[in-house]
């Protein structure tokens, strides 16, 4: 298996651009959970899916930010406007079990 | 809330010593505790898990124990190499139906010297 796959690897926009990160979870995996990684926050858990159903969104800083599992094998996060602020790596991540597998991430700048 | 704490936050060893990471957590209540390595501008990799039950897992010359009682996971690393040199990070998951709900620990930095 490929693993889990994100795309893009880098992106960069302008503030108030509409930014969707894309994430395909390795085959067979029923959980998708997406992470944002910065320097001041570490590793946080925006939102997580069991059976495409998004299950706990607590972790998703603002209504600018929305994910979907539209089927198992496809997940994309949304930001809509992007802020500088929202410049980090957006890993996801999949599982079956108990243990997690995490994708390459997409690295996000926001100018 | 779990909080997770890693202990250092950077060690810079000579080729050949024994690493030592720790990891606390502050909720006993944790089910599985998972290490993953970080390398600069990577992803994730999943080095060892340790289920509930388990008090340690082993791969290779990477050894990780958890003493839930006492609120601790440790990895070691045996003869170190240059090539294992990177972030290593701890990650506590809070039950059994949300495996991947993972609160990760800030990592540690190891550098391993020629």
């Known amino acids: 298996d490929a693993g889990v796959i994100q795309s893009p690897r880098h992106e960069v926009t302008e503030m108030g651009q509409e930014v969707t990160l894309r994430c395909k979870p390795i085959?067979?995996?029923?959980?998708l959970f997406w992470y944002r990684q910065t320097m001041m926050r570490g590793l946080e858990l925006l939102i997580y899916?069991?059976?495409?159903?998004?299950?706990?969104d607590s972790g998703m800083p603002e209504d600018r930010f929305s994910a979907k599992m539209p089927n198992a094998s496809f997940s994309t996060l949304k930001i809509q406007p992007s802020e500088p602020r929202d410049s980090a790596v957006y890993f996801c991540?999949?599982?079956?079990?108990?243990?997690?597998?995490f994708g390459q991430g997409t690295r996000l700048t926001v100018v | 809330k779990q909080e997770v704490t890693q202990i250092p936050a950077a060690l810079s060893v000579p080729e050949g010593e024994n690493l030592v990471l720790n990891c606390s957590f502050t909720?006993?209540?944790?089910?599985?505790l998972q290490w993953f390595r970080q390398d600069p501008g990577k992803g994730l990799t999943s080095l060892l898990l340790?289920?509930?039950?388990?008090r340690e897992q082993t791969s290779g010359r990477l050894n990780a124990s958890l003493d839930k009682s006492s609120g601790r996971s440790t990895l070691y690393i045996a003869a170190s190499q240059p090539g294992d040199s990177a972030t290593y990070l701890c990650?506590?998951?809070?039950?059994?139906?949300?495996?991947?709900?993972?609160?990760f620990g800030a990592g540690t930095q190891v550098v391993v010297t020629p």
């Open positions: 991540a999949s599982t079956f079990g108990p243990e997690a597998f």
């Open positions: 085959s067979g995996h029923n959980s």
């Open positions: 899916f069991n059976n495409n159903v998004p299950i706990d």
């Open positions: 909720d006993s209540a944790i089910y599985n």
């Open positions: 340790i289920q509930s039950s388990q």
């Open positions: 990650a506590g998951g809070p039950m059994a139906d949300s495996w991947g709900k993972l609160q």
